[in-house]
């Protein structure tokens, strides 16, 4: 069998999920969206459901594939529903739902519901991209009191520079969500991953961690909390074929690399195809043997080449891991020019393997 997989640590998930809530004090909704960052939602939810407060996923779609395979912990819709028509489901499946857009208000004020609304009222506090405009959120939490169709109501917004630590964007935003919620008798949740770990005084009765679950920090910079993260895919193959070369040959498609001096080559069973980056330079650490290495050419679809000059105790069939506990998938994705939000998200085709840790 092809040799690629991603080993899932769920113990270190768990210890990820615990630092976010002992850090706050807070509730905390595990953000597994997107097939938690590519970690595989369901499993993720088993791992945590019997400490974690909730969970939180992008749509209906991803809500009702957990329910399905019976996870009852409370799950919060983070873009609320897309189609009126969804609302029968949201309250037959017990969903939380946010609500960014004056459209979904109406929505709920017009549909005839079964039971009361779990709600997550959603300001624009200066991201401008979903939530009420600052001038419509007194109003809107009224009208929503008003429709008697709702149970409870969470005031939410969320940061768009929570990771810059030197900032006063979030402080900012927190200064516009308190002028909006003032005199408004309601739990509330701001902070996502950066805010968590590097904005303590910003107050969240609820906070909505998801990089940092998985164990990889948002910052581009060391931060101390965040360095109490432990890494939960560690995505590995093996060396397949190995290539002695003199100097002056290039490697790859494109011939972006040109050995510089007589060296040996190992080809590794991981392409993009498999959510590799294809942008990741030559120089990007890989490890290989137990040693750090590095990446050389273009990554191709299946496969890609590695450094092994100096591990001479590396060759066929030697473990090399892309990313996990020795390699940071935050640094291979500042080395291809991304960050690991997206370097998790797309991995794909390779086996994904659980363990306790
Ligand atoms: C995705 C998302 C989060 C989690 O963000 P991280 O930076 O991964 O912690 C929190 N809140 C909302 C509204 C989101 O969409």
Not at 215 to 240: C, D, H, N, R, Y
């Amino acid at each position: 069998m092809r040799p690629a997989r991603a080993l899932i640590d769920l113990q270190a998930l768990r210890h990820n999920y615990r630092l976010a809530r002992d850090t706050t004090g807070a509730k905390a909704l595990a953000v597994i969206k997107a097939d938690a960052y590519g970690h595989g939602a369901l499993r993720c939810a088993q791992a945590l459901e019997a400490e974690a407060d909730g969970f939180a996923v992008a749509c209906i779609e991803e809500a009702l594939e957990l329910r399905a395979g019976g996870i009852r912990a409370p799950i919060l819709l983070l873009e609320g529903f897309f189609e009126a028509s969804e609302l029968e489901l949201i309250v037959e499946h017990d969903l939380w739902c946010v609500v960014h857009s004056l459209w979904q208000l109406e929505a709920i004020e017009q549909t005839r519901v079964a039971k009361p609304l779990n709600i997550w009222l959603k300001l624009d506090s200066g991201m401008h991209r979903v939530g009420l405009h600052p001038k419509d959120f007194q109003a809107g939490y009224q009208r929503l009191l008003a429709s008697g169709k709702v149970a409870r109501i969470v005031l939410m917004s969320h940061f768009a520079r929570a990771d810059e630590l030197d900032s006063q964007a979030s402080a900012e935003q927190v200064v516009v969500f308190e002028e909006a919620r003032k005199g408004l008798a309601a739990e509330v949740s701001l902070r996502n991953s950066p805010a968590v770990l590097g904005w303590p005084n910003i107050p969240s009765d609820w906070v909505r961690p998801g990089i940092m679950l998985y164990g990889a920090t948002p910052f581009e910079v060391p931060q101390e909390v965040a360095a109490q993260l432990q890494p939960v895919m560690t995505l590995e193959s093996k060396v397949i074929c190995v290539r002695e070369l003199p100097a002056g040959e290039p490697i790859g498609y494109g011939a972006r690399f040109i050995t510089p001096k007589p060296m040996r080559i190992g080809v590794v069973a991981m392409g993009y195809a498999d959510g590799y980056p294809r942008l990741a330079p030559t120089g990007t650490p890989v490890m290989v043997a137990g040693k750090r290495s590095q990446l050389l050419g273009r990554v191709s679809m299946d496969m890609l080449c590695i450094d092994l000059t100096d591990v001479p105790e590396a060759g066929l069939g030697s473990t090399v891991q892309l990313w996990g506990k020795d390699v940071l998938a935050s640094d291979v994705a500042i080395a291809a020019g991304t960050i690991p939000y997206q370097i998790f998200c797309n991995v794909r085709r390779v086996p994904m393997l659980y363990s306790e840790g």
